[in-house]
C-alpha cells in the first residue's frame, strides 16, 4: 500500500468547491484484504483512534463508518485511509468532514483517496501519518516491507507522533481568533485569503480589501500599537485621565525592582515591558526575595521590567470593538481542587484529560504544566506535586489567568456594571485601538470600580479571542463578527466583480474582448490571461498565467475594481480555482484537446471539469447554446441567470428562452449584413454588425464573431450599457499587441500573413473556415504543426480540419516534441494528409519552426495569404516584421544533410535532390529547392 501521487485543489475542483487533497493509493496485494477479512484489525483501529465511531459514513448518522468496516467482509483500506486523514485533522483542531474515495478507472486496486483539509501541510501529514497508522496495525505477512521502521529507528508511537502533528497543526494553521473572523467573514459572503503560513489574511478582493494579522486590523494604527506595547507609557495615559491604574515603577537591576517594590508598598507585580499572554508575570510578591527571582524570570522575555502595585481581585478582560464593549470574560489562573485521594501531580493529569484541554491553541482550554511559576506557588503554599490536598482545598499553578497557560474563562458581559463598560471603553479610545483587550481587575466586575476599586493593568492590542468564543462556563459570544461589521459595514462592498472564461477555444481572445470593454467602462481590469498578468492594460507578470495562482495575483492587487480570469482546463485539473465563486462564468465550447491527459479521457470527462467555472457562478452563467456539451451545463448552475450563445437564429431552445424573458446573444442575418443581437427579459437589442468588429476581419472570422458575442453578453451581464459594448467591440482589434498570437495580420508585404496560436482540430477548422471566407488572390499556404502530447488522432484531425483550405502546406513540430520523436508529428501530419489524398506537391516537411517559416515567407509571391500556426509566438512575430524577402535561409529546407534540424521523414528515391533513404509505409521523401515533403511512391 503506497500514495503513488499527491494533488492539492486549493480552490473549487471537481471534487468539491473548497480546498480538498486528492491521494491516488495503489493497495498492492491488500485489495484482496478489506477490512473485514484482515483478523484483529477493525479492533486495533478502533483502540488507536476510538472517535472514529462519530463518522457518519454513507449511512449519514454517527457509528456509520464502524458498520462499513464491519459488516460481510468491510472496506477497503483506501476508504479507510480517508477516514483516518480526517480524524487526525480533527484532532489538530481542524474542521474537515468531507471525503470520498473512489477507483481510478479500470485500474484494479488503485484508488483516489479525496478529502478536506484547512491547511495544506497539515493534511499532508495527516495522510502520511494516517498511511504509517495503517501500516502499523496490519498483520506482518500484509505490511509493506519499505514502510518497516529500519534497525536503529524507534517502534511507531502513534500518540507520540499525532503530538507532533498537533504541534505542527499550531504553527500552521489560523489559531482560534483569526479562525473566528475568518468563519464570520464567510457567514456574510466576504471572500478571503491567506497571505502567508501565518495569520495575515486578507479579506474582500481589489480595492476593497482589509487585512487582519490575529486580531490587528488593517484599521489598527501603528501608534496605538506601540503604546499598547509599552506597559509604563499605557499606565501613564490611562492615568492621566482619570482612569483606575496601579502605580508603577521601571527597574532595569533585580536591586532597582527590590527598591521600586519599596517604595511602592507590598505586595506587587513584576511583569516585563513588553511581553504578552502572560509570560514573566508574577504577581503577589511580598518579599524582596521573591522579586529577586520574579525578576529574573521577566527578564526573560524584556530588557526593562515593570514593578507595580498589586491589585487585589480577580482578573477580567474586557473586550472592545469600534468603541464598543463586546464581550467580559473573568480569567481563572490555571489550578486543581483537592479531593482528598489524589497527589497534585495526579490532579493535573486529571485535570489535563478534560477532552477541552489540548497542546496550545489546539482546544478552548490549554494544559496544565509544572514549570517555575507552578513550583514558585507551590513553595508558597508549602506543598509539593506528591502532596494529597484536602477536599475542596484550591492550589493555583499561575498567577495570572491566560488561556494559553492552563487559565479557565466565565463570560460575565452580561452583569458588567455601567461604570465599568465605560471605563473600558475610554481606555480602548484612549490608547487608540479599534480591537482592545483591556484587563481590568476587581474583586466584582458588576459593582462599579469607584464603589470597591479596582484597575486597568493593560491594555492590548491583538487581543485573543478564544476565552470570549468558548469560555469554560457561560454563554460563547459572536467577538468576531463585530470586528467583521467594523471593516465591511453593511451595505459596504468586499468582492470586486470577477468574470471567469472557459473552454476548449477562444479563452483568451474573449477575455481579451471583455477586459478591454471593461477599461473602455471606465474600470481598472485586472486580466489573467496566457500570455501574463495585466493590471490596467500593464503587463505585470509574463507567463502563462491561466491557473490559480495568477487569479489571486489579480485579486490581491489593490488598484483592481474587476477582474477577468481566463480559466484553463490545466489549472483547474492540478490545483482546482483560486477563487470560490464569481459572477459571471462562461463556457465557450468544449471539444477535443488535451484527452488522454491527466485523467481526462473523453469529451464529456472534459465538459465536467470546464463546467466547474459555471457551478460557481452566482450572477449569470454564459452558455454556448451551439455546443451540446456546454448547453447541458445549464442543469448544473445555481446562479441567478443563464445566457445563452448561438449563431443560429432559428435555435429552438434559444427562441423558447428568450420568450420566456431570458437573456440571449443571436447572430442574425439582415440585408446589410451579420448582427450582434441581444435580448433580454422581452427586450430587442441590436449590437454591432460584425463587420464593423476590426477582430472579425470584416465578419468572416466567425469564430472570433462567437467570441464578440461572448464578451458582449457577459459585459451585459455584468452592468455595462449597451453603448460601451458597442464601442469596446468596434475599437478592439486582434493585433499582435492586443492579442498575441490570436489572429495577428501582417500587410505590410506584397502578401498577407496571418500568426494564430491554434493548436486542436477545431481551433484549426476555424482557421481553415476563415482561409476559405478570404478572398485571396494567390495562393493559400500554410505553416501546421500539433503539440506532441495530443493523441494521434488528434493529430491526424488537425491536419484534416486544415487540409482543403491551403493549397500548400509546411509541417513543423514545436519545440518542445512532448514526449515524441524529434520529426515523429509532421511525419504524423503528412501521412495523414497524404493518405487522405492530397497531392505530394502541396504537401512539405521543415522540421524546425523559424526555418519553416522563413520557407513560407520566401515560396510567398504578392497575393498569396500565409498562415502560420506558431509555437513561440513572440519570436514568429518578430520573423514575420522584419522578413526582407528573398529565398530561405541556407539549409533552411534543403535536406536534412544541410540542416539538421530539419529533419524530414526518412525515405526519398534517387535522383531528387541529394537524399536516399530507405521509404517510409509506403512514402516517398522529396527534397529540391522549394523544401522537403512526402509524396507517395509509384511503380514508375
Not at 487 to 498: D, N, Y
Not at 539 to 553: F, L
Request: net charge negative.
Amino acid at each position: 500500500m503506497k500514495i503513488l501521487e499527491r494533488r492539492v485543489y486549493r480552490g473549487p475542483s471537481q471534487y468539491a468547491h473548497f480546498p480538498v487533497m486528492r491521494l491516488t493509493v495503489e493497495l498492492g496485494p491488500l485489495e484482496a484484504w478489506p477490512s473485514g477479512r484482515i483478523d484483529g484489525f477493525n479492533g486495533r483501529l478502533l483502540a488507536a483512534l476510538p472517535t472514529l465511531d462519530q463518522h457518519t459514513c454513507s449511512y449519514g448518522e454517527p457509528g456509520g463508518f464502524v458498520r462499513r468496516l464491519t459488516e460481510d467482509d468491510g472496506t477497503w483500506l483506501g476508504h479507510v485511509l480517508e477516514h483516518v486523514t480526517i480524524e487526525v485533522q480533527q484532532l489538530a483542531g481542524a474542521q474537515v468532514t468531507f471525503g470520498k474515495t473512489r477507483s481510478v478507472g479500470d485500474t484494479p486496486g488503485q484508488y483516489h483517496v479525496v478529502f478536506e483539509y484547512e491547511e495544506e501541510r497539515v493534511g499532508e501529514a495527516a495522510a502520511d501519518l494516517g498511511m504509517r497508522l495503517l501500516q502499523s496495525l496490519l498483520p506482518a505477512e500484509l505490511r509493506d516491507a519499505a514502510a518497516a521502521p529500519a534497525a536503529d529507528e524507534p517502534a511507531f508511537d502513534f500518540q507520540a507522533e499525532l503530538e507532533e502533528l498537533i504541534t505542527l497543526a499550531q504553527r500552521r494553521q489560523l489559531g482560534p481568533s483569526t479562525g473566528s473572523l475568518v468563519r464570520a467573514a464567510e457567514a456574510r459572503g466576504i471572500p478571503w485569503l491567506r497571505l502567508n503560513d501565518h495569520s495575515l489574511v486578507q479579506f474582500g478582493h481589489g480595492k476593497y480589501q482589509k487585512r487582519i494579522q490575529a486580531t490587528v486590523t488593517s484599521e489598527t494604527r501603528q501608534i496605538a500599537v506601540e503604546i499598547a506595547g509599552d506597559k509604563e507609557e499605557t499606565n501613564r495615559i490611562l492615568g492621566d485621565l482619570g482612569l483606575p491604574v496601579p502605580q508603577q515603577r521601571l527597574a532595569r537591576s533585580a536591586e532597582e525592582a527590590v527598591r521600586a517594590a519599596r517604595r511602592l508598598g507590598y505586595p506587587v507585580v513584576v511583569k516585563p515591558l513588553d511581553a504578552n499572554h502572560g509570560r514573566g508575570v508574577s504577581i503577589n510578591l511580598e518579599t524582596n526575595d521573591q522579586v529577586r527571582v520574579a525578576f529574573d524570570k521577566a527578564r526573560e522575555h524584556a530588557r526593562t521590567i515593570v514593578v507595580e502595585t498589586y491589585l487585589p481581585g480577580f482578573d477580567h478582560r474586557m473586550l472592545v470593538v469600534d468603541g464598543r464593549l463586546i464581550a467580559v470574560a473573568k480569567r481563572v489562573p490555571g489550578h486543581v481542587v483537592g479531593d482528598g485521594v489524589h497527589t497534585v501531580a495526579e490532579l493535573v493529569e486529571l485535570v489535563n484529560a478534560d477532552p477541552r484541554r489540548g497542546i496550545g491553541h489546539e482546544k478552548v482550554l490549554t494544559r496544565l504544566e509544572f514549570d517555575h511559576q507552578a513550583e514558585r506557588l507551590m513553595e508558597q503554599r508549602g506543598v509539593t506535586a506528591a502532596t494529597v490536598l484536602p477536599a475542596g482545598d484550591v492550589l493555583f499553578l499561575r498567577s495570572t489567568g491566560n488561556l494559553s497557560t492552563g487559565g479557565t474563562a466565565i463570560d460575565l458581559t452580561d452583569v458588567v456594571h455601567p461604570d465599568n463598560q465605560e471605563m473600558a471603553v475610554r481606555a480602548a479610545q484612549a490608547i487608540g485601538l479599534d480591537v482592545a483587550g483591556i484587563d481590568f481587575i476587581t474583586v466584582d466586575i458588576s459593582r462599579s470600580y469607584r464603589e470597591v476599586g479596582g484597575g486597568i493593568c493593560e491594555v492590548n492590542a491583538a487581543p485573543g479571542f478564544r476565552m470570549h468564543l468558548a469560555p469554560t462556563e457561560g454563554k460563547p459570544r459572536d467577538v468576531a463578527g463585530p470586528v467583521i461589521d467594523s471593516l465591511f459595514p453593511p451595505g459596504t462592498p468586499a468582492r470586486i466583480p470577477i468574470a471567469a472564461v472557459t473552454g476548449t477555444n477562444g479563452k483568451t481572445t474573449t477575455s481579451r474582448m471583455l477586459a478591454h470593454i471593461h477599461k473602455m467602462d471606465g474600470r481598472k481590469v485586472g486580466l489573467a490571461t496566457t500570455d501574463g498578468v495585466y493590471v490596467d492594460g500593464e503587463r505585470t507578470v509574463v507567463g502563462d498565467m491561466t491557473g490559480p495562482r495568477a487569479a489571486q495575483m489579480v485579486l490581491r492587487d489593490p488598484q483592481v475594481d474587476l477582474a477577468v480570469l481566463e480559466t484553463a482546463r490545466g489549472g483547474l485539473l492540478r490545483a482546482g480555482m483560486g477563487y470560490r465563486s464569481c459572477d459571471v462564468g462562461a463556457v465557450l465550447n468544449v471539444s477535443a484537446d488535451h484527452l488522454g491527459l491527466k485523467g481526462v479521457d473523453t469529451l464529456e470527462q472534459l465538459a465536467l471539469i470546464k463546467r466547474i467555472v459555471v457551478e460557481v457562478a452566482t450572477e449569470c452563467a454564459v452558455l454556448n447554446a451551439d455546443d451540446a456539451l456546454s448547453l447541458a451545463m445549464a442543469d448544473h448552475t445555481e446562479a441567478s441567470r443563464i445566457a445563452y450563445v448561438t449563431m443560429n437564429p432559428r435555435h429552438d431552445l434559444v427562441r423558447q428562452h428568450i420568450a420566456a424573458g431570458g437573456l440571449a446573444a443571436v447572430l442574425e442575418e439582415q440585408i446589410r449584413g451579420q448582427m450582434i443581437t441581444l435580448y433580454d427579459r422581452g427586450t430587442h437589442l441590436p449590437l454591432v454588425w460584425t463587420h464593423l468588429i476590426p477582430a472579425t476581419l470584416e465578419g468572416r472570422a466567425l469564430h472570433n464573431v462567437q467570441n464578440a458575442m461572448f464578451a458582449a453578453v457577459m459585459a451585459y451581464a455584468m452592468g455595462v450599457k449597451i453603448e460601451n459594448i458597442r464601442q469596446g467591440l468596434r475599437t478592439f482589434d486582434s493585433t499582435f499587441f492586443q492579442a498575441p498570437g490570436r489572429l495577428n495580420v501582417y500587410d505590410k508585404l506584397p502578401f498577407k500573413v496571418i500568426l494564430d496560436y491554434g493548436h486542436n482540430p477545431a481551433a484549426v477548422a476555424a482557421m481553415a473556415d476563415l482561409v476559405r471566407r478570404l478572398d485571396v488572390a494567390g495562393r493559400r499556404i500554410g505553416v501546421l504543426s500539433a503539440p506532441g502530447d495530443r493523441r494521434d488522432e488528434d493529430i491526424r484531425d488537425i491536419a484534416r480540419s486544415a487540409a482543403a483550405a491551403f493549397d500548400h502546406l509546411i509541417l513543423r513540430r514545436d519545440e518542445d516534441p512532448r514526449g515524441r520523436a524529434p520529426d515523429e508529428v509532421p511525419q504524423l501530419l503528412a501521412r495523414t494528409l497524404l493518405d487522405d489524398g492530397v497531392a505530394a506537391e502541396r504537401v512539405q516537411v521543415i522540421v524546425d519552426e523559424q526555418q519553416s517559416i522563413e520557407a513560407a515567407l520566401a515560396m510567398a509571391r504578392p497575393g498569396d495569404l500565409v498562415v502560420i500556426f506558431g509555437d513561440n509566438i513572440t519570436r514568429s512575430w518578430k520573423q514575420i516584421i522584419y522578413f526582407k524577402g528573398g529565398p530561405p535561409a541556407e539549409g533552411g529546407a534543403a535536406s536534412p544533410a544541410a540542416s539538421p534540424a530539419a529533419s524530414p521523414p526518412t525515405g526519398a528515391p534517387p535522383g531528387l535532390g541529394d537524399v536516399a533513404e530507405p521509404s517510409l509505409d509506403g512514402m516517398t521523401l522529396i527534397a529540391d529547392e522549394r523544401g522537403v515533403r512526402l509524396a507517395r511512391q509509384t511503380d514508375d
